[in-house]
């Protein structure tokens, strides 16, 4: 009888071990700035697909310091367990009225995390995101959360600085923002090869979350920049300004997916 490969993903070897990405649960860990945004909506159809909605003119840019596992063991070995990533997401008006969020732009520093990030819908790639971490001393060093704590957040795409972001604490309680507050859909689509000139066949889909905890939310007001790029097309919001934002820690299982 023919034996059987165990790899979830790529590399594909009869023990599995040496896969990217095992299969769900997957569990996350991380603490978030999360930039509320207004942007404009001209290019919509360039964002979004028009038979899954248009983009409402609101939206979030996270900037997240994560860990993550799925039997635990991946946080004895933390190189498998952390990362950083920016996460860019607008809000949509679906045909029916109802209202979700969508993922046209993620960046991750993390192999594991972007294959993981793929399967779910999120078009992820490389970046280098960088963000002050709130630790819980009173310390000069520590950006205790409380009122007056300045803290930034920056995002390199190919050496090239794309994001920057700061956030003021206000001491007022905040908000759960973007995908931390409503559904995100996600889309998959894989072209092949053996038809090098046919567009990938694409798919909505919606990750399964359970689990779900999170701190308190804590309010701050927010700036962003955003500088020019040669390949990435966050420039297709048009004008962004910060409206907003708060700053908090977040747990979530993801356990699969299912189609729109």
């Avoid at 993550?68 to 009225?97: F, H, K, M, N």
């Avoid at 001393?137 to 600085?161: F, N, Q, Y």
Wanted: hydrophobic share 40%.
């Amino acid at each position: 009888m023919e034996r059987r490969f165990a790899s979830f993903t790529a590399p594909f070897t009869i023990s599995g071990r040496s896969a990217i990405v095992p299969p769900p649960p997957w569990h996350y860990a991380g603490w978030l700035i999360n930039v509320a945004m207004r942007f404009e909506t001209e290019n919509s159809s360039a964002i979004v697909p028009e038979k899954l909605g248009r983009v409402t003119g609101n939206g979030c840019i996270h900037f997240a310091d994560w860990q993550a596992t799925t039997d635990g063991s991946e946080l004895l070995d933390p190189v498998y367990a952390q990362y950083r990533e920016t996460i860019v997401i607008v809000e949509i008006e679906r045909p029916d009225g109802s209202v979700f969020n969508f993922c046209p732009f993620i960046w991750v520093d993390q192999d594991i995390s972007l294959v993981r990030g793929l399967l779910q819908g999120w078009p992820k790639k490389l970046g280098s995101t960088y963000l002050t971490r709130s630790l819980p001393i009173e310390h000069p060093a520590a950006a205790p959360i409380k009122t007056g704590t300045c803290m930034g957040a920056t995002l390199s795409v190919k050496d090239r600085r794309l994001i920057e972001a700061s956030v003021k604490l206000t001491g007022k309680p905040g908000q759960a923002l973007g995908f931390l507050a409503n559904r995100t859909i996600g889309t998959v689509g894989w072209p092949d090869l053996t038809q090098p000139q046919a567009q990938p066949k694409l798919q909505w889909v919606l990750p399964d979350i359970r689990g779900k905890v999170s701190s308190d939310w804590h309010d701050a007001d927010a700036t962003l920049r955003i500088l020019p790029h040669p390949i990435e097309e966050l420039s297709l919001l048009g004008d962004i300004n910060a409206t907003g934002a708060s700053v908090g820690w977040v747990g979530i299982t993801v356990v699969g997916a299912t189609i729109l």
